[in-house]
């Protein structure tokens, strides 16, 4: 294990040395006193490496990631996981806007609250099925345009604002994957292009690996296997637009 | 002296000679007691958010930091030429009474080598015209109007009492440095980060764009633009600066000061609910609402922004009603802090409590506390 005091240290020094320690062989890094260095782990493609964050790291974290497991003790920013194709984001704090836009692989977890966009165009094929979850609120354009994957938002810790657990416009234009709401829906925040259900046996086995593993990263044993509690939202057509441009 | 070039030739001057591409960025700080801040925390701050500008604009508004001529109206000016000094000095010594006027202090950095001609002058309106009973705020702003519109090479950076804006063409901490800004104290702070997309890097084209004591920080476009600068020059603003974020200063001085709407109806009627959500409202509400989105249509911006209004009571954060610009608040104490990004709040106060990012469309408001 080696560390980095990151104090001042400007991002693209930060990043070249992140490389160069992997390079050589280090499985695990710690970043102390980052504080907005940009796109920490971007690219990188490595297993077995963990690299842990105390601070706020910057934008874009995490994006093009292929394998890499990163921590963050606090909040992150806007961007993280942008086209990430594997590894492991885990937040401890909240998380901003934009987050695993059109992520196709790996796992991204928030205890928090996230922001605005939240698993827009998310892809899965095959056994590529990329997953997020976030355990506290999310605003508006939650898995839009979702392609693929699997997108969960548990609504924990309510008593921090007055905003609704998710926000308008969810999932409009989604056409593939599968998003999970513990809680109910109301009609008026879903896109035209999705339907809900009440989760049945299939659902469920796919949600209790998931939750566990969220509680094990967390080191919380959350109250969130209530599954009766959940909406299950999927996309009533794979090609919703098909007939747009048709005359 | 050759002219600086500030208006004959209003493109891109950039001190670097280098173009990268980025987003703006914005912080500001407002302490609720009016104890002051150091210019230098400011600009630690907008450093750390050095990345999402490049280089063509950086500007800072400080307010109270001339309590020696609170109860007079600061005048910042900006000269392409010292030869401009005298027309527009004549110009202003027929509207105003000068109590005191100097060149605004300047060092010599490495980065900001050419540079306009900046003076500020401490002003109260001509007696003669305030006895004829003319609001003394209203006379300034002509006052403004007609400096900007008329003076050869001159143009008024900022025109509040006790506050002042310092702004230009160079990253903010290297603006920071020309303008000497560790010399000042303010107990509100605003701080801008740009990267001009639409239109030209000039020096009267960087953040804050101010108006009386009102000053504007903005991340984002104004793409109604056009429509809101005819509306408000139907209402005696003329925009001069050729940046959309100049309407947002003169829209809020309208709305709030002219036609006194509350700061809070001010704002929703510059980022007005979504008529599918004001149809979700209780009558009254709904009226209300229905109300400020049809009379001060002509005001409502449309396009990406995350905007800090500043003026001498408080500060004002709020973003797009879609959200496609980011604005995250912090608190600690009895000061706020306001950010694009929340590590920029760290970077001067690493403790700051309950960080959040506020709802779009929803003005976060800060008041001085009452004295």
């Known amino acids: 294990m080696i560390e980095i005091n990151a104090k001042d240290v400007y991002y693209k020094e930060l990043n070249e040395r992140i490389r160069k320690e992997i390079k050589k062989g280090v499985k695990d890094i710690r970043l102390l006193n980052i504080c907005g260095q940009r796109y920490i782990g971007d690219g990188i493609t490595a297993n077995n490496v963990t690299i842990r964050i105390q601070g706020v790291p910057g934008e874009d974290m995490a994006a093009f990631m292929d394998g890499p497991t990163i921590i963050v003790e606090n909040n992150a920013q806007d961007g993280v996981g942008n086209t990430m194709n594997d590894g492991k984001v885990v937040v401890h704090g909240l998380a901003g806007d934009v987050l695993g836009y059109g992520m196709r692989g790996g796992k991204l977890y928030v205890k928090g609250d996230c922001g605005y966009r939240v698993g827009i165009h998310m892809k899965g094929y095959m056994d590529k099925v990329p997953i997020m979850v976030i355990g506290g609120k999310a605003g508006n354009f939650f898995g839009e345009y979702m392609a693929g994957g699997t997108l969960i938002l548990l609504g924990m810790n309510p008593n921090n604002n007055d905003r609704p657990v998710l926000g308008d416009y969810c999932a409009t234009g989604m056409h593939g994957g599968v998003i999970y709401i513990r809680g109910k829906v109301e009609e008026d925040k879903l896109g035209k292009e999705v339907k809900h259900f009440e989760l049945d046996e299939s659902d469920k086995k796919i949600l209790k690996p998931i939750l566990n593993d969220f509680c094990k990263e967390m080191g919380e044993q959350f109250d969130i296997f209530d599954f009766s509690r959940y909406t299950k939202i999927i996309p009533v057509s794979k090609r919703p637009y098909g007939r747009m441009y048709v005359y | ?371």
């Open chain 2, 1 to 371: 002296m050759e002219n600086f070039g500030l208006f004959t030739e209003p493109w891109v001057k950039s001190p670097y000679r280098e173009r990268d591409s980025a987003a703006c960025g914005l912080i500001g700080i407002i302490n609720k007691d009016k104890k002051r801040i150091s210019g230098s925390v400011i600009k630690k701050a907008i450093s750390n958010q050095h990345d999402r500008g490049n280089g063509l604009g950086g500007g800072f508004a400080a307010y109270g930091i001339y309590p020696q001529y609170k109860d007079l109206y600061a005048l910042h000016l900006m000269y392409d030429n010292h030869k401009d000094v005298k027309d527009t000095e004549d110009i202003l010594e027929n509207c105003v009474q000068i109590h005191h006027q100097e060149t605004i202090p300047h060092a010599t950095t490495d980065v900001i080598i050419d540079h306009p001609h900046f003076k500020r002058y401490f002003v109260e309106p001509n007696p003669e015209a305030m006895q004829r009973g003319i609001n003394p705020d209203d006379y300034m702003v002509s006052t403004v109007m007609e400096i900007n519109t008329k003076a050869k090479g001159a143009f008024v950076v900022s025109s509040g009492k006790n506050m002042g804006a310092f702004k230009g063409v160079g990253f903010p901490e290297d603006i920071a440095d020309f303008f000497q800004l560790d010399q000042y104290e303010g107990y509100i702070w605003t701080a801008h980060n740009r990267f001009p997309t639409n239109t030209p890097g000039w020096w009267g084209g960087a953040h804050p764009f101010t108006l009386l004591d009102k000053s504007v920080v903005h991340n984002g476009e104004i793409s109604s633009y056009g429509i809101n600068k005819r509306y408000l020059d139907t209402h005696g603003y003329i925009c001069t600066l050729m940046t959309d974020t100049e309407v947002v200063t003169y829209l809020v001085d309208f709305l709030h000061r002219k036609n006194k709407l509350s700061y809070e109806d001010t704002f929703s009627a510059l980022a007005p609910h979504f008529w599918k959500d004001i149809d979700r409202l209780d009558e009254e509400e709904r009226l209300k609402f229905t109300l400020l989105r049809s009379v001060y249509a002509g005001a409502a911006l449309n396009g990406p922004f995350a905007f800090l209004y500043a003026f001498n009571g408080g500060l004002i954060g709020i973003n797009d009603r879609v959200k496609l610009r980011p604005l995250i608040v912090g608190k600690k104490g009895n000061t706020v802090y306001m950010s694009s990004e929340e590590a920029s709040i760290r970077e001067i106060c690493p403790d700051a409590e309950d960080c959040y990012a506020p709802h779009a469309g929803d003005a976060v408001i800060v008041y001085l506390d009452e004295e």
